[in-house]
């Protein structure tokens, strides 16, 4: 979604007839992209990735078929096994597509969007489904209704989100897209460049520090995107630098190192008056327990923990088992 932002801005500007497609409802496809939508022009033009284009002329055809004053349609699209394989898509499947004017999308959705903040948007359908009123949800908003409080969830989880809730006032579509996970290296080397490589890999936005005052100062600017992976073993870097993470209230905090090392830095943090819930938030030793040997399997081992961490899962890390580290 983030990625229409300047051409939305751009045909709104023009004044050009065109719709924004998403998903209400999906079963099957297998995995994909769960920010994935299209600019919709009833001539023919589309901008974005929706299951790969194998709707992109239905859903043409759908947004030259909506009526005039309409502000919403809701149509049904499904793909069989063998469309789907020649499609490159892992399996088939059916959704609700919405098509809604690009004129009835508020502005301030594609200027937050353009600008990487942490948004959503709440929309809401009538019973027939073809009317539909959006707003936008920032992040920190305090939620008026179900469906603010559902926004807030989402963008807490740091991954871009759709949720349908049904009640007695019809449908309401909650779209999240949270400011990508910021990751900040505590450290440079070969492991450092394979984790930022590896953030890269799933959208997110990294970069390396090399001592506690630059480390201060990159966590403060990112506060709540903010995930630190301390890969320092010196005193003077990484106990500070924990500490400042844990003040700010960072979603993640990570430390590589043995268990003799990660004892030091917790007595270091005990020293400086850490607490106990706050020990408890540091992951360390850092990572999934996958056997990680190489740096590339310790990089994977690490975003994973932060993925997981971030989505509210309870995946298993080294710091909770008791085995050597191998």
């Known amino acids: 979604m983030r990625e229409l932002a300047e051409t939305a801005r751009q045909w709104a500007a023009e004044g050009r007839v065109a719709f924004l497609a998403r998903p209400v409802t999906e079963q099957g496809f297998g995995p994909r992209d769960p920010a994935g ?41 499904s793909v069989g096994a063998g469309e789907a394989t020649e499609a490159k898509l892992t399996c088939g499947g059916q959704a609700e597509v919405l098509l809604q004017p690009l004129s009835a999308i508020p502005a301030e959705w594609w200027e937050l969007l ?38 807030g969830e989402l963008l807490g989880t740091r991954r871009p989100g759709r949720d349908a809730l049904y009640g007695g006032s019809g449908l309401v579509l909650v779209e999240a897209y949270p400011s990508a996970p910021y990751v900040v290296i505590g450290g440079t080397g070969e492991l450092a460049d394979v984790i930022g490589a590896q953030a890269g890999l799933l959208g997110w936005d990294a970069v390396t520090v090399e001592n506690a005052a630059e480390a201060e100062k990159v966590l403060a600017a990112h506060r709540d995107a903010a995930c630190l992976v301390m ?21 993640y905090i990570g430390a590589l190192g043995s268990r003799r090392t990660t004892a030091r830095r917790q007595d270091g943090l005990v020293a400086a008056g850490v607490g106990a819930s706050d020990l408890a938030r540091v992951h360390g030793p850092i990572g999934l327990d996958l056997g990680a040997k190489t740096p590339a399997e310790t990089a994977l081992a690490i975003c994973a923990e932060i993925l997981g961490v971030l989505g509210g899962r309870d995946a298993r890390g080294l710091r909770d088992s008791d085995g050597p580290l191998r």
């Open 37 to 77: 939508a299209v600019l919709v022009d009833p001539r023919g033009e589309c901008v974005g990735a929706l299951y790969r284009g194998v709707f992109d002329a239905e859903l043409v055809a759908e947004a030259g078929a909506l009526g005039a004053g309409r502000t919403a349609r809701v149509c049904e699209v």
């Open 114 to 151: 353009g600008t990487g903040a942490g948004v959503a948007l709440v929309t809401r359908l009538s019973e027939g489904a073809d009317e539909a009123v959006s707003e936008v949800v920032r992040a920190g908003d305090a939620p008026a209704d179900d469906a603010g409080r559902r926004a």
């Open 231 to 251: 890969l320092s073993h010196e005193p003077e870097f990484d106990v500070p630098t924990l500490g400042n993470a844990l003040a700010l209230e960072i979603p």
